[in-house]
């Protein structure tokens, strides 16, 4: 049975590395991705169904015992996160048919497309640090294959900057381990917390767990750590885009989160309390860069932040339902930033530009587009009844039941801010007088908008249906809480 | 069946579009008007358990486990709400089908008109603070849209976003407040959250729960300074404007003010707050009134000062105020409401509702003349038993000179809340008799696009029920008193509040002195207006809200715009420099806050001679990288520093690693000197000597740092490591001698796998990279 | 000896640093394998050094160095070897279509 735990992995790698071989057949080549893309959905939904009831899965890699060989861990967060990504696989894969040039898919991308979603679904899946590390060498490698695919001057100037970025944290990260492994004598995730609680993280094991907060919170794009996002997400073709914008992000935040709900909860009074004034400057430079600018992918990138400000206060309040609200938020904004990218990418091919100020009247021949991002943008802001919402409530519901004030009334107003710097681009992107030629206001939107339907299905039902969704989800925050679940699961007495 | 109530006009507002693209000859408004006026019937139904005081409560699941249910209330506060909300909501859209023009977009019109009729129901209907909440900001939406109906307007555009902007700001700080009242209580359900309100009272965050929600109620209801989007919602379509922004979603703050005043009344800040931001409200409102020239402006500043006069009423929070101000919320609906539609049908039938430019049209409308005649003097409140605007306008100011139960703070204030009311008053006089009489009375100002005439029948049946309304009413108060007034007021105080409205009180009442000198003053400043008129010149001059407003706005724009450029250079260095600067700051503050450092001179290798020249000469050959100005001297320096780690290898027992730096070093070592075959040599770098001070600054923390932690780190070996695992199964479990291969190909044999995925990666990205040269045209 | 090596290694760090913060793509890089390196011998020096026979079992060793930092190191280098590729072409093809290896210069801020 746990050998479950490693297909949600295997499945892409190997259609990864099968697409590499066959990637002059260009039709088998689409084929095989949108049949897998669905294939790998379903197992990893079914996979998911039967850790919510049955428990995590464990699989110790070659049978070597935990703590000494590799595991992988499914637990609910972890596949929770998984089953996100594969749905977003899904929506990106069709995206992809409909908006990618001939070049970029003869040249890998959806080779690469897997072996990136393998990549994701690895670093939510294992634990081990170390292997962590691999899986985001895996995935970054993956992402810097697809940043620089088709090589325009844009690409590869903002590719140059996100590399040498993530180069360093990676580095970084390396160190890091080394240090961790010097004082407590092990990589393996279940054993470090078993370890770190012993000594009650004394000395310099809180440095330590700074430095992989700061290695985490550099890919999570975090203050001050993002400057390298907004425009390499949005120097590449849209599905990237979106691919990253919607996953890569997301890896950084679930990597603060396990760290700091498993191994690093013994100084709280320090660590956590920190992250929540990391949070709270997140959330206002992000959506202070959202605000600045006129470029609607740019928007939408900058929005990222924010969303990753909203997760991270969360994790540094630190209540059962704050945590609830970071992994609601989590799976919301993974959904809602890959249908925005889609909808700005619609928006652009149909105008020709970026350009807000160059855009306006869309809606009047294009009422779908228009509403599905009016829908996608009261989402985003977290206004009711969408899935922002229920993860918003329940943050601002922990934070106000923990009495940090401060960040609540941060949250409201970048709440606002929010809503003002999308709502900007349905005023003048969709409302306005139209400027467009008469034969791009009759463009079609050649089926795009099919996977953002799919999206804005799952937003919806986030919402509506949080009754079926919101009591897993507290399951998950409750057993964060309290780590020795996840102990007791990986290491067997 | 209430929740069917309320969710009947979204289900509509589904159908809707399908009749109107299968029907394109029947105006859509047809098919719309039912909803409404079934709604009102069978909300009516209610009425007999109100009277009997049985409140009925509902609940559908929606997320129990969060506490959000669905669960509504029905007792006579709401269900007064709701008959307004239906019963205006008939009339408006039967006047709709006359006004909209049916090449129109009929289907998007009336689709947010019932989403907002829905979302209305719900706002009054509700008993959960979240279900309330989520109605709330559907009605900020749909008001968005409907604003911004005519979307190719710039204006309309504007007064959506500013609208949105507003009340979506109170929403989200009424929110907080919600949060903090359900945090307090326990509950979110109205109902229990009153029955607990001492927890309410005696909690620290008790100011900051009533300012928030405070904050909700005053911006949806245009209290000043949050009044400025509503003068530009008149952007709407007019029934719009007479629905949503005179009768009904405009008291939606007062609502909740009424709703909860069990919870807040008695409390002094309450009292301060509500009355105070009221009678602002009521004086501005009425003074910027005057100045408008837009029929509709002139109705939309009226509309905030009359809002501002009932918030103050709540605020009083006596028995007859709030009486007199459920009273006026009636009252406004009908004179407000049919002066919309006249309004309307001037601007329908001469082109134009700039009061500058009409005039005389008595002669041409003279149904509309009447129905406005009466609308107008009853908002003035004129002292005639057939305008129920009187009747209110009196209990008004009534109810501002007694106050029961007075804390020390009101008797103080209390002398000046009459004066305020009346000055209010009197200004409201002056803008209701100059609206008439410059519209209907006297000469015929200016030739108009269109020749006026009078509207069609249809037109005029709503303002006509609505008229008929003022008039019943103001003749028949008791009979409204009884069934519909008396149990909302009910509702709100809590207890039964016994009362008699009448025309008549005797001489002796003070209230009847006030109305005269409103009567007085109003018609005298009237008469003398163009000699006052230049006070506007200094008063409201740059102190406008609108202005605040979008000084607010540009000023986020622009703020954002240049602090975000500042910063986001583009420039890798600055951003290595950021990251740098805040990693040194942040992990020497953790060091030396949880006392991280730790050395420990015990146990350690003793220091040999060959591996310390081979560090001097490593040391050595890193600082000559950065001096190099050659380029291949760099590469082959660069390389120095390879060979030398991989020699410490050796040392190390580590043959294996040497082996493989040594071959990465090499081949490395190879690539650069390849690719930067074709880069131009180094060049002296021009930086700035303060930019090289920084850069020094910072590598060399960046380095003590990483030495620091590492010693620390070394320092600190608090457990064993789990390697004496590897080193005893490795050759019966593994079958290997080579221990670290082992490791490699077996017990760690997953990150293996990966890491040579990686090296595939990297080739198809170089590969990729290298074949596709990237096209000119972007796909997009 | 750790103590020389950990120094050794925060110098390596420190000319990676300002290498890091130079124009020049090439400096740039030369920056970040420099920075590998530091962490490598990080890694190494975290287990115990030269306590124990390189760690291929043979007979009448009983002591061992630590070999997981070995095969950690490793699998990084592999990678960082990797990466420092895929940067090397990618820095030629910047340089090529944009015509200039100054990062300075590829700042890309026309502020749309």
Redesign the interface.
Known sequence: MSNLAILPILLPLLTGIMLVFINKQKTLVKVITGIMVFVNLAVVSWIGSVVFQEGPLVLEAGDWPAPFGIVIVADQLAMVLVITTNLIAVASAFYAFRSLDEQRERYYFYALFQLLIAGVSGAFLTGDLFNLFVFFEVLLMASYGLIVLGGTKEQLRESLKYILINLFSSILFVTTVAFLYSVVGTVNMAQLAERVADVEQQGILTTIAILLFLVFATKGALFPLYFWLPRSYSAPPTVISALFGALLTKVGVYSILRVFSLIFIYKLEFTHQFFIYMAGFTILFGVIGALSTNNVKLIVAYNIIPAVGFMMAGIGVFSATALAGTIYYLVHDMIIKAALFFLVGTMAAISGTYDLRKMGGLIKHHPLLGWMFFIAALALAGLPPFSGFIGKFLLLKGAVEEDHYGIVAVGLIGSLLILLSIIKIFLNGFWGEARLAPEQEKASENGRLFPVALLLIFTIALGLGAEFFYPGIQGIADSLVDPSIYIDAVIKE | MLHLAVLAPFLAAVLIPFFYKALRKIHTGWFVLPVPLLLFLFLSTYFKDVWRGVHNVYTLDWIPSLGINFSLYIDGLSLFFALLITGIGTLVVLYSIYYLHITEKLGHFYVYLLLFMGAMLGVVLSDNLFILYTFWELTSISSFLLIGYWYYREGSKYGALKSMLITVFGGLSMLGGFLLLYTVTGTPSIREIIERSDLVLNDTAFPWILILILLGAFTKSAQFPFHTWLPDAMEAPTPVSAFLHSATMVKAGLYLVARLSLLFAGNDLFFILVTGFGLLTLCWGSYMAVRQTDLKAILAYSTISQLGMIMAMLGFGTGVAILAAVFHILNHATFKGSLFMVAGIVDHETGTRDIRRLGGLFTFMPITATLAFFGTFSMAGFPLPIFNGFLSKEMFFESSRHFEHASPLVETVAPVLPVLAVLGSIFTFVYSVMLFFRTFAGKQRDTLEKKPHEAPFGMLVSPLILVSLIVIIALLPNFFNERLLAPAVAAINGEHFESHIKFWHGWGNPALYMSLIVLAVGTFLYLIRTKWESFYQILPGKLSAAKSYDAIVNGIFKGSTSLTRAYMTGSIRSYMAYILVFFIILISVTMTVTDGFAMSLEDLAPLAVPEFSIAVIMAAAAIGTVLMKNRIAAILVLGIVGYGLSLLFVFFRAPDLALTQLIVETVTVALFLLCFYHLPDLKKEYQSARKKVVNLVISVSVGVIVTLVAISSHSTKLFEPISDYFIENSYELGGGDNIVNVILVDFRGLDTMLEILVLGLAAIGIYSMIKLKGKKGENE | ??????????????????????????????G???????????????????????????EGVTK???????????????????????????????????GT?N??K????N??
């Open positions: 000896m750790e103590l020389l090596m950990a120094i050794l290694a925060g110098l390596l760090f420190s000319t990676g640093v300002y290498m890091l913060l130079q124009k020049q793509i090439l400096r740039i890089i030369i970040t394998a420099l920075l590998s390196h530091g962490a490598h011998l990080l890694i190494i020096t975290m287990g115990k050094l030269n306590r124990g026979g390189p760690p291929i079992l043979s061992y160095v630590d070999p997981l930092p070995q095969a950690l190191i490793l699998t990084s280098i592999v990678i960082s070897f990797g990466v420092t590729s895929f940067l090397l072409v990618l820095a030629y093809r910047a340089y090529q279509k944009n290896d990062m300075e590829l700042r890309g801020n502020h749309e």
